[in-house]
């Protein structure tokens, strides 16, 4: 999954951001540039979270998962985007175990792809000490040497 | 075997990881569990025909009548947590 960030170009890497509203933004930058979303999509995610609140955040203070339904308006193919921020960005100023460093965004238009990106994901940030690494990341050879330090089989 | 449905607004992101969180927490506490996963505004009704609940916390007030009709409802703040699911799966007497 790494190295499929790096090849598809679906990363990014940001200082900080004055919002969440610009990270949601960039997180998502990538995959608006290749067409696999368009501006509607972005905006579905970020009204969700004003809706819902920051239900995105997947590991408390480091991991984000911005996304919004399964073949939403706006998502014409299925990825994940990965961006890192070096200052954290803040969801609830009243909360910062909503804030988040490492933000994984969801596009999905094919169920079973989906379900074959989330199990891939959920598999790798469950691999035991990748998402403190993932934190010190700081260019696209980074994330290559990440996927050879724990993938490559 | 019990039944676990998992919320999140979606549908498709946050509940979906939850959900093989679940299952693998269940897998390796040995409790045989069918775990579905919906969006909010479908399992919010739906939710009495299960024995849990897993949602994230923001959601949580959203399942009160499910509660007061005996349904077990856990937040869970770390979807990628086993441990977290353990401990709500002791709690709620599904596994010793």
């Known amino acids: 999954m790494l190295k499929t960030f790096v090849e598809k170009n679906h990363y990014s890497f940001h200082q900080s951001f004055n919002n969440w509203h610009d990270a949601i933004y960039y997180g998502a930058e990538p995959l608006l540039k290749d067409g696999t979303i368009d501006e509607e999509y972005i905006e579905q995610i970020i009204q969700n979270v004003e809706t819902y609140g920051p239900y995105i955040i997947i590991d408390p203070g480091r991991v984000a998962m911005p996304h919004s339904t399964l073949g939403g308006k706006g998502v014409h193919n299925t990825a994940i985007c990965f961006m890192k921020v070096e200052e954290p960005v803040v969801f609830d100023p009243e909360d910062h175990s909503k804030d988040a460093r490492l933000f994984f965004t969801l596009a999905a238009v094919n169920p079973d792809e989906h379900l074959t990106n989330m199990m891939a994901l959920a598999n790798m940030l469950s691999t035991e000490g990748l998402i403190d690494d993932l934190l010190e990341v700081q260019n696209p050879e980074d994330l290559l040497k990440l996927h050879e330090k724990y993938f490559k089989i | ?96």
């Open chain 2, 1 to 96: 075997m019990i039944k676990i449905l998992i919320c999140c607004a979606s549908g498709s992101g946050t509940s979906m990881l939850m959900k093989l969180t679940v299952e693998k927490a269940c897998k390796a506490s040995g409790l045989d569990a069918k775990v579905t996963h919906s969006p909010i505004a479908e399992g919010k009704s739906a939710a009495t025909q299960y024995d849990l609940v897993f949602t994230s916390p923001n959601f949580l007030n959203m399942f009160d009548s499910a509660k007061a009709a005996g349904i077990k409802v856990c937040p869970l703040k770390n979807p990628l947590s086993d441990a977290e699911v353990k401990q709500h799966l002791q709690e709620c007497g599904f596994v010793k």
